[in-house]
């Protein structure tokens, strides 16, 4: 079993609806990640929480926000998406988010389908 | 700016035979290259990281090399097996970021 847990696993939405994705991790690590990936691509990061600062993939349009209540917790706002935002969304965390050789552990995902 | 790339989309072998995936990079050489296995619907999972002054790394029938030369890493499953069978991305690292490239499908035929 992952050691990141990512909720809900699907989740289907309209355009117009508001929801969120979460992801918790207990290892104590201190950076967290959310990544999305579409089908046969590579994952694309969105955004990186690293000691309690955000770094955002500027290419992230604003209807997705991250949110940090602590450093176990991270979730995905969304608003107003469109269908090309129809994606796997990976959470990650690693031990720490400064330079270095940061091994990153996933979660299973959260499948998102937007109508 | 630095690009990885994993040229082959997909790799079929047969059962027992080694499979070699090939990532190569343009630019600087990095200071790491990691590869991960992804299942399909699945969160990738961590496999071996390699450092830019290690020629080689091993982990039971994994093998990482990196050759600044060929700007260039292999990844090695020896005996392979069909449950090898998956994506297999590398990935390069910065700060606090990590690209992959686009990813290996291995089949490992029976």
């Known amino acids: 079993d992952t050691e990141v847990t990512q909720t809900p696993k699907h989740l289907v939405m309209g355009m117009t609806n508001k929801k969120s994705l979460k992801c918790e991790q207990h290892?104590?690590?201190?950076?967290m990640y959310w990544y999305k990936q579409k089908a046969k691509k590579p994952p694309e990061l969105m955004f990186v929480?690293?000691?309690?600062?955000?770094?955002i993939n500027e290419s992230v349009p604003s209807r997705f926000s991250p949110e940090c209540p602590n450093s176990s917790l991270l979730n995905l706002h969304l608003h107003a998406l469109q269908p090309e935002d129809s994606a796997l969304y990976l959470c990650?965390?690693?031990?720490?988010?400064?330079?270095?050789?940061?091994?990153?552990?996933f979660g299973a995902g959260s499948r998102l389908t937007v109508l | 700016s630095q690009k990885i790339e994993q040229n082959s989309e997909a790799l079929n072998i047969q059962e027992g035979k080694t499979a070699t995936l090939t990532c190569n990079y343009t630019?600087?050489?990095?200071?790491?290259l990691q590869w991960y296995r992804q299942d399909p619907g699945r969160g990738p999972v961590f496999l071996l990281l390699?450092?830019?002054?290690?020629k080689e790394k091993r982990k039971e029938r994994l093998k990482v090399t990196f050759d600044t030369t060929l700007k260039q890493s292999l990844f090695h499953i020896t005996a392979s097996q069909p449950a090898d069978s998956a994506t297999y991305l590398c990935?390069?690292?910065?700060?606090?970021?990590?690209?992959f490239g686009k990813g290996t499908m291995l089949l490992v035929s029976p």
């Open positions: 290892m104590g690590h201190r950076a």
């Open positions: 390699i450092r830019e002054n290690e």
């Open positions: 929480y690293s000691y309690e600062k955000l770094s």
């Open positions: 630019n600087y050489s990095p200071a790491y």
């Open positions: 990935a390069w690292g910065g700060y606090s970021t990590l690209t």
């Open positions: 990650a965390s690693s031990q720490d988010g400064g330079p270095g050789a940061n091994v990153l552990t």
